[in-house]
């Protein structure tokens, strides 16, 4: 059971979740432990890293489940994903989840928690995007969204650029219904139609996974 992984949280502080290395004796399962710790604005809080990702379809009839503090706990086949994508063959790895981390059968811990998401995200060492499972042209995708963001940084540096200028779509990066087809199939990825998704003017390093 869920709710069996979970003791109260106090107000101000923080689940973080272990993620475990594949155990030998039982290399497809995912092992996770969660722990609370220190206030956010502690200065001895835990490092972590938080994954911004969309839950998905329904925990209900995935037949997807993992292992938290030795208890069943079923996910949706998109957290199962990257939880799988993410888990290290050797050392634990540190995350903030909110499918996880939050007891989503507490609404008084629910409703604190949201508020306290966007300290939880700030904190972080780094906030992985989890886009969903790679395809054939994702990773080319990706590569052309970077050499556009470098372009647009050096015209940057040369001059300075008003807001219509940034809006034209840069030519030397997307030429070409090749070119732009897989990059636009990546943009129409659920997770860019998030209402959490901003564009932040300071916080952690931001890593894409898929």
């Known amino acids: 059971?869920?709710?069996?992984?979970?003791?109260?949280?106090?107000?101000?502080?923080?689940?973080?979740?272990?993620?475990?290395?594949?155990d030998p004796d039982a290399p497809s399962q995912i092992k996770c432990r969660i722990s609370s710790f220190a206030l956010l604005d502690s200065e001895s809080a835990h490092a972590y890293e938080a994954l911004s990702y969309v839950w998905g379809s329904t925990v209900e009839g995935s037949g997807l489940s993992i292992a938290v503090n030795d208890h069943e706990f079923a996910v949706t086949p998109n957290l199962y994903a990257a939880?799988?994508?993410?888990?290290?063959?050797?050392?634990?790895?540190v995350l903030w989840i909110d499918a996880l981390c939050i007891n989503q059968n507490d609404d008084i811990e629910k409703g604190y928690q949201v508020q306290s998401m966007a300290r939880i995200y700030a904190k972080a060492n780094r906030v992985i995007v989890w886009l969903g499972e790679a395809t054939?042209?994702?990773?080319?995708?990706?590569?052309?969204l970077l050499e556009a963001a470098d372009t647009l940084s050096q015209e940057q540096q040369l001059h300075e650029i008003t807001f219509d200028e940034v809006q034209q779509p840069q030519e030397t990066a997307f030429e070409g219904r090749e070119q732009r087809s897989p990059v636009l199939a990546l943009l129409a990825r659920p997770w860019f139609r998030r209402i959490w998704v901003s564009a932040p003017n300071h916080g952690p390093s931001v890593r894409c996974a898929m």
Request: net charge positive.
């Open 136 to 144: 054939a042209d994702s990773g080319s995708a990706l590569r052309r």
């Open 1 to 22: 059971m869920a709710s069996a992984c979970y003791t109260r949280l106090p107000e101000g502080s923080v689940r973080l979740l272990r993620l475990l290395p594949p």
């Open 83 to 93: 939880l799988l994508h993410l888990r290290d063959a050797f050392v634990e790895r």
